[in-house]
């Protein structure tokens, strides 16, 4: 990976080297599975669960949501989810309008950078 992308993927919150090393020094591998997050539907089901304010199906897509962004490394979208689960876990909804914008604003900035690999 050139240095210009690494920092590309730095500023848009991803945690690259731990990343990789969990990919074993993989890129290819690693870009291979980071192209699939676009397609992942635990996004859209997690967005539109909270949006209906329906904790239950929040707190599983969001639950799974959180395993696939961790493992991928996306830790600036990863870390604006991590409270809204344990909300949810605790089927708690005070307060998540914000919580999503930001969320969601994090989360389509490293597609956008994703979808331009």
């Known amino acids: 990976m050139d240095k210009e992308l690494r920092e590309k993927l ?3 919150g991803f945690e690259v080297d731990m990343t990789l090393q969990r990919f074993m020094g993989n890129e290819a591998l690693y870009f291979k599975f980071l192209k699939k997050l676009p397609a992942d539907q635990n996004y859209k089901a997690f967005v539109e669960a909270v949006e209906k304010k329906d904790c ?3 707190f599983k ?3 799974t949501l959180k395993g696939v962004m961790s493992n991928l490394g996306v830790d600036g979208a990863l870390q604006a989810l991590l409270p809204m689960v344990e909300k949810f876990r605790a089927n708690e909804t005070e307060g998540l309008e914000g919580e999503l914008e930001e969320f969601k604003a994090k989360y389509e900035k490293a ?3 994703i979808q331009g690999l």
């Open 10 to 12: 730095v500023e848009s």
């Open 56 to 58: 239950e199906s929040a």
């Open 61 to 63: 897509s969001g639950h």
């Open 111 to 113: 597609l956008t950078l």
